[in-house]
């Protein structure tokens, strides 16, 4: 598993309060455009619904006056203009209670049956008002018009239907049920109205999306800046007080080491128990000290680094050297491999702190008679380096947060241990200022392999 890099934690924080602020924004901006949408269509539909009402209940009042002056029923009206059509009615139809048609006019003759075969399918009870949708074929477009000249309909040419909404009203003559007034009005506009409503909103939806973006941007960065600054004091104040207690720590060091040459500790052996344990916290005090001041610099950018040609190989026997020690006391194995030379570029003294940081884990987490090695490799202009332990392995879910300060597995042995989670963290800032990668492979229970890449080493066999 390959670690992230800390540097920029900023950055990924900021992007996530971008997201996070443009999804809210755009959030109330959908919800409001589907609410203002809502409201204006049933408003709209309502309106219409008023009118085709009203339309139909007038026709039909119309349509009885004029049974009532004549004194006689509709049967033979068939061709006799009762009602006049206004410019929105797409067509009316009287039909009587054995569904033939005794009066009706409407815009598009060819619509006839199918409008009429559509009445027949609803009783009048079960809708009184509702809406139908008539397919246009669009070869018939001129043709429809030429024939309507004197009432002209209006069909956008990319108009493929007409929207009625259909009202019904029963017609009376002298007490008697004569039949069923069906009133059609032509609501093609209010759709395309909306058509255009929804795209204009949409369009709009888009230009707010750039504008939540980019006003979510500049709300994060905001937000950052103070972050930013308790993040700067603190590391401030841990680069400070690191710097500050390591005077102390010395002292306290040097003066341990004058009392046991001052006095003789070999007689009392609570003295020298007492001072062993001292001197052993005071050592562990310092490296934490020191880890902790080796962060907060890395933190600021204040540590020079380094850019020097040397051969790699002598600085890692060395390292294996200084580890040898602590892994006989384990009865581990110790193994080194690497070519002839390793001649490189960079920051000799950090890369050697890297190497010494993976060993002393490797050896301090693999159990006694267990094998730790280290390998160089040269390959192209990259040099790998390996350590390898058959050791107590690292959980998956756990192989990326290693590398988290003060992040440890286990908290409680790693303290019996002096570790304070900080080591792989140097680790992996030693390889990032080297432009590398660090990756962990590992099995619990059988080992664990950490693999560094550093891009800078030139050329195998080439003495500085
Ligand atoms: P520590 O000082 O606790 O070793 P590190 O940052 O070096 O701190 O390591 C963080 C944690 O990663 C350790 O507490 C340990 O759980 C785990 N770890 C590191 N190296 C190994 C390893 N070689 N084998 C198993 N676990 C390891």
């Not at 030429?146 to 069909?155: F, M, N, P, V, Y």
């Not at 006694?368 to 332990?389: F, M, R």
């Not at 690292?394 to 002096?418: A, V």
């Not at 304070?420 to 680790?427: D, E, N, Q, T």
Request: with cysteine; aromatic share 10%.
């Amino acid at each position: 598993m390959r670690a992230r890099g800390e540097k920029d934690v900023f950055k990924r924080t900021q992007s996530r309060l971008t997201i996070g602020y443009s999804w809210q924004i755009m959030l109330f901006l959908i919800l409001f455009i589907i609410v203002v949408f809502a409201v204006l269509y049933i408003v709209i539909f309502k309106n219409q619904e008023h009118q085709v009402q009203s339309m139909v209940e007038q026709e039909a009042k119309v349509i009885e006056n004029y049974m009532t002056q004549n004194d006689q029923s509709l049967k033979d009206e068939k061709n006799q203009e009762v009602v006049l059509a206004g410019v929105e009615q797409f067509f009316y139809y009287v039909i009587d209670p054995r569904g033939e048609m005794l009066l009706g006019d409407e815009d598009i003759p060819q619509f006839r049956s199918e409008l009429l075969s559509s009445i027949q399918r609803r009783t009048p009870e079960e809708n009184k008002i509702y809406q139908e949708r008539l397919q246009i074929h669009l070869s018939n477009i001129d043709h429809i018009r030429r024939e309507k000249s004197e009432h002209e309909i209006q069909l956008t040419p990319t108009q493929s239907d007409i929207r009625l909404m259909i009202a019904s009203e029963p017609i009376m003559y002298e007490g008697q049920f004569i039949g069923t007034l069906y009133v059609g009005k032509d609501i093609s506009f209010v759709y395309q109205l909306f058509k255009w409503l929804l795209i204009i909103l949409v369009g709009l939806a888009i230009v707010f999306f750039v504008i939540a973006l980019y006003i979510s941007y500049m709300m994060s960065k905001k937000a950052m800046i103070p972050i930013s600054h308790a993040f700067n004091r603190q590391r401030e104040f841990v680069a400070d007080a690191s710097h500050e207690l390591r005077t102390p720590l010395s002292v306290i060091l040097s003066s341990i080491d004058a009392i046991e040459m001052t006095i003789d500790i070999e007689k009392d052996d609570f003295v020298r128990k007492l001072l062993f344990n001292m001197k052993d916290e005071v050592k562990r005090m310092t490296h934490l000290v020191s880890d902790l001041l080796t962060l907060a610099r890395s933190d600021s950018g204040k540590i020079e680094v380094k850019n020097d040609i040397f051969d790699f190989k002598p600085l890692a026997e060395k390292a294996i050297e200084s580890v040898q020690p602590l892994a006989v006391s384990k009865q581990i194995n110790l193994q080194f491999d690497a070519p002839e030379t390793v001649i490189g570029q960079g920051d000799r003294e950090r890369l050697t702190q890297l190497i010494y940081i993976l060993l002393d884990n490797a050896i301090k987490y693999t159990p006694n008679a267990g094998e730790v090695g280290l390998s160089l490799l040269v390959k192209q202009n990259e040099l790998c380096i390996k350590v390898y332990d058959t050791g107590i392995g690292i959980k998956p879910e756990e192989q990326q947060l290693i590398f988290e300060r003060f992040y440890r597995s286990d908290k409680s042995r790693s303290r019996q241990m002096g570790s304070y989670g900080l080591g792989l963290s140097i680790a992996k800032w030693i390889v990032d200022i080297h432009n590398g990668s660090i990756q962990v492979e590992s099995e619990l229970g059988k080992g664990s392999t950490f693999i560094i890449k550093i891009p800078f080493f030139i050329k195998n066999n080439q003495k500085a």
